[in-house]
């Protein structure tokens, strides 16, 4: 029922290289986030940047399966739809790349109330988080490839034209009370943060 997409684009150019392949905790960051979606799906599509295929699969091993883009600076909206039109299950949860303190709980949350729509979007902040979410195939594939047409690019555009279920906070905080899976680790700094709360036990292994 549930196929997973990790979001890698392309070179981040803060972090010194290809940023899911920073080490966070002795392993590259999108293998913590690899992990958490395994806890749901066996069935992980990396997209990564025109290119950079080569580059995670033999970092990450063969076994994973990666999605290049085929247009370069259009965003996750074009990693997106060809991630999808490559997943095998109904529902598709997706994930950045540099959130390696994503829990499972959170994603198995969303599936359910993800269920009979659209898809499932948390509300953080009171912001939508439309790349930690859940969303149908059928429906993601159609209108993320149409927002790609108009050259707008946004997924927020695209969700305006969904049947989408809002997860508020409360919930959120009911499976991920510090509302980690949202924190994006975007300098070196914050991976001295993610390092830190992995070793205290604050976040998952």
């Not at 594939?141 to 149409?146: G, N, P, Q, S, Y």
């Not at 997924?155 to 509302?179: K, P, Y």
Request: include cysteine; charged fraction near 25%.
């Amino acid at each position: 029922m549930l196929s997973g997409v990790i979001l890698a684009g392309g070179k981040g150019s803060r972090m010194g290289g290809d940023k899911g392949l920073v080490e966070v905790g002795d392993m590259p960051m999108l293998l913590h986030v690899l992990r958490a979606l395994s806890g749901v799906t066996d069935d992980i599509i990396v997209a990564v940047g025109a290119g950079c295929g080569p580059t995670y699969r033999r970092s990450l091993g063969h076994g994973v399966r990666t999605v290049e883009d085929r247009t370069s600076g259009r965003g996750p909206l074009e990693g997106l739809s060809n991630a999808f039109g490559k997943a095998e299950q109904t529902y598709v949860a997706v994930v950045p790349c540099d959130v390696p303190l994503v829990r499972t709980e959170v994603l198995e949350l969303l599936a359910r109330r993800a269920a009979g729509r659209d898809g499932a979007v948390p509300v953080v902040g009171g912001f939508l988080e439309p790349l930690v979410a859940v969303y149908r195939r059928e429906a993601g594939l159609r209108r993320f490839a149409h927002e790609l047409e108009t050259g707008v690019g946004k997924v927020s555009n695209a969700l305006g034209h969904m049947d989408i279920c809002r997860v508020e906070e409360t919930e959120l905080r009911e499976v991920d009370d510090q509302l980690l899976s949202f924190w994006n680790v975007n300098s070196k700094e914050d991976l001295r943060k993610a390092e830190d709360m992995i070793r205290q036990g604050v976040a998952p292994l």
